[in-house]
């Protein structure tokens, strides 16, 4: 059996460097706020909406390669897996019956996406925030999802997703 604490979970490149960008695009956030369940990697009290950056590999990512089970040991590593995406699971639903907006986002749309660039995604997150979008999630190897524009208002109004 692996020793988890040697594998940061939270403070990681990746999302420190999504925290970057997202704050020179002005948005100021909480980090890891150990009063909501999940403990959301960011959190926009204003926006009244949580970001989880996912590690394809951690959260068992469906139709990802970088998402596999270990070849040693594999009962334990299908175990952690169930057991990590029933607590997120629990955690998003959670936050979204208190009223919260979440946006989860994959590794794999950080690293490299086929679909879309980093600049694309700091925008959607950038919409996302300021929109009354409700929860969705981006993964690299699926187009951004789609926001619907009011152009009356300019705000956004919901996300198209199939989740």
Same mark, same amino acid.
């Given at each position: 059996?692996?020793?988890?604490?040697?594998?940061?979970?939270?403070?990681?490149?990746?999302?420190?460097?999504?925290?970057?960008?997202?704050?020179? *695009?002005?948005? %100021?956030? &909480?980090?890891?706020?150990? +009063?909501? =369940?999940?403990?959301?990697?960011?959190?926009?009290?204003?926006?009244?909406?949580?970001?989880?950056?996912?590690?394809?590999?951690?959260?068992?990512?469906?139709?990802?390669?970088?998402?596999?089970?270990?070849?040693?040991?594999?009962?334990?590593?299908?175990? *952690?897996?169930? %057991?990590? &995406?029933?607590?997120?699971? +629990?955690? =998003?639903?959670?936050?979204?019956?208190?009223?919260?907006?979440?946006?989860?986002?994959?590794?794999?749309?950080?690293?490299?996406?086929?679909?879309?660039?980093?600049?694309?995604?700091?925008?959607?997150?950038?919409?996302?925030?300021?929109?009354?979008?409700?929860?969705?999630?981006?993964?690299?190897?699926?187009?951004?999802?789609?926001?619907?524009?009011?152009?009356?208002?300019?705000?956004?109004?919901?996300?198209?997703?199939?989740?």
């Amino acid at each position: 059996m692996p020793d988890m604490s040697l594998f940061p979970s939270k403070n990681t490149k990746l999302e420190v460097g999504l925290r970057k960008l997202i704050f020179s *695009k002005g948005f %100021r956030y &909480r980090l890891h706020a150990r +009063k909501l =369940k999940g403990s959301p990697d960011l959190v926009f009290p204003k926006y009244k909406a949580v970001i989880f950056i996912h590690g394809c590999f951690w959260h068992a990512h469906d139709g990802c390669n970088v998402a596999h089970t270990p070849k040693s040991n594999q009962a334990f590593w299908i175990e *952690k897996f169930q %057991r990590n &995406r029933e607590r997120d699971s +629990k955690a =998003k639903e959670w936050l979204e019956e208190d009223g919260w907006r979440v946006l989860i986002i994959w590794e794999c749309a950080l690293k490299k996406s086929a679909s879309f660039s980093v600049d694309d995604l700091i925008e959607f997150v950038c919409c996302w925030l300021n929109g009354e979008a409700r929860s969705c999630e981006v993964s690299g190897w699926s187009p951004l999802p789609m926001l619907e524009v009011d152009i009356n208002v300019g705000k956004v109004q919901k996300v198209h997703s199939e989740w």
